[in-house]
């Protein structure tokens, strides 16, 4: 419906009705707001390049780890001519290198004798000395002998030498070892080794210190800076607070999350060329249940943040405002990759540090199906709790200048 006008030479003209329009243009403020926030943060050039940074540190060190479980040490091994026991030591040496692939070539040198040897050893032509010595064998180099090859070695001298006396004594090494096979069995149902399960823990734990670190300062300065520009004064005209909060909110989270998602994609692939490929099938799982949690929890603690920027008056109230969340998320970083037993079955429960704890657990194997759903129900309660609190002192605190502000002025101060 239109209204008119009467301009001052007497004529009409029509002009709209903007109420609907308007009422819309209100209702959808908060999509506004938080595609402002998608787009000034993807471009700009301080969160690119430490974006593209950390992906190639990422892809560097899964490299790195390819590159290590691919290079093979050679080791040259002087025995004594004629010494058929530890020529065949060190042949059974080199098949226990290659059943084992523990990526070590050994190579034989004989020598005439123990000056010979010495020699060889000094001018470089061989890198270690095995000989038979006055009780059992010993292994000889100039320095200290390489840890891997001293274990190959050991092998390949034990199997000789074993089946040397089983037949002085008229049997064999089989029937001496018949019934001493052993096998390994995990009653825990898991199938991830400690050392795997730490690295996940920590790699968690770091997308968790990253992308509320990086995304939650971004939202607490860009409150404070709109704050202390007076820009939010005249942004209120226009946008509701509530819908200022939430487009914040929700354009901070799709960031992070983004980014996490990011990392966690390039770390997959980065791991199928190291030799912890077999894992991925679990590995991706427990990625799953982290992204769920993240994307839950983040909500909370980007209003927390929000709310962190909002009691500020100026960027260098930042620090005083925002360390209460520096330090809770700081505490989860390192409480959750180091925790074990029966602490990090509470952490799994725990809002905030269950987005970290939780995607462990389903990882080794030690939560039941249903504690997953239960924790991140825990987490959606505390995140809508959260987000109730910090809309009322967000809108308290954002109009208020003169000074930096506590949470009890905050909630209290007319919204």
């Known amino acids: 419906m239109s209204t008119l006008t009467t301009s001052t030479t007497g004529s009409t003209a029509p002009t709209p009705d903007a109420g609907p329009s308007r009422e819309n243009a209100t209702r959808n403020a908060w999509l506004i707001v938080m595609n402002r926030e998608i787009v000034v943060r993807a471009l700009n050039k301080t969160f690119l390049v430490g974006l593209l940074v950390s992906i190639v540190l990422i892809a560097a060190l899964a490299g790195f780890f390819a590159w290590q479980d691919s290079r093979t040490e050679s080791f040259d091994v002087a025995v004594p001519a004629g010494d058929t026991t530890a020529a065949a ?34 001018d470089g032509d061989a890198d270690a000395w095995l000989h038979e010595g006055d009780d059992g064998w010993v292994l000889a180099a100039r320095g200290e002998p390489d840890g891997a090859l001293t274990q190959l070695l050991a092998a390949g001298v034990e199997k000789e030498v074993l089946e040397r006396n089983a037949a002085a004594a008229g049997t064999s090494v089989t029937e001496l070892s018949a019934g001493s096979g ?83 994609g390039v770390g997959l692939v980065a791991l199928s060329f190291t030799p912890m490929a077999g894992m991925l099938p679990a590995l991706s799982t427990s990625l799953v249940w982290f992204v769920l949690f993240f994307a839950v929890g983040f909500l909370g603690l980007a209003a927390l943040f929000a709310v962190s920027g909002a009691l500020a008056s100026r960027t260098e109230d930042l620090q005083h405002t925002t360390t209460p969340m520096m330090m809770a998320v700081m505490g989860t970083y390192f409480l959750t990759f180091s925790a074990s037993g029966t602490f990090e079955t509470v952490l799994s429960y725990v809002p905030i540090t269950n987005v970290v704890s939780m995607p462990v657990r389903v990882l080794s194997g030690e939560a039941v199906w249903w504690e997953p759903l239960v924790s991140l129900l825990v987490l959606a309660a505390f995140t809508w709790v959260a987000l109730l609190v910090c809309e009322r002192a967000y809108r308290g605190a954002l109009m208020q200048t003169g000074g930096r502000l506590s949470w009890r002025q905050a909630l209290r101060a007319e919204a």
């Open 89 to 122: 030591a060190v042949g059974s040496a080199v098949a226990v290198a290659e059943e084992q692939d523990a990526g070590v070539r050994i190579g034989t040198v004989e020598v005439a004798d123990d000056d010979a040897a010495r020699a060889a050893l000094a």
């Open 182 to 264: 052993l096998t390994t069995e995990r009653l825990d149902g898991s199938a991830i080794d400690s050392g795997t399960l730490f690295f996940a823990s920590f790699a968690l734990a770091l997308l968790f210190f990253l992308g509320a670190i990086g995304s939650g300062q971004m939202i607490a300065g860009s409150v404070v800076e709109e704050k202390q520009s007076r820009l939010v004064e005249i942004m209120a005209t226009a946008v509701p607070l509530r819908h200022l909060l939430v487009g914040k909110i929700l354009g901070s989270s799709v960031i992070a999350l983004g980014q996490n998602v990011i990392f966690a």
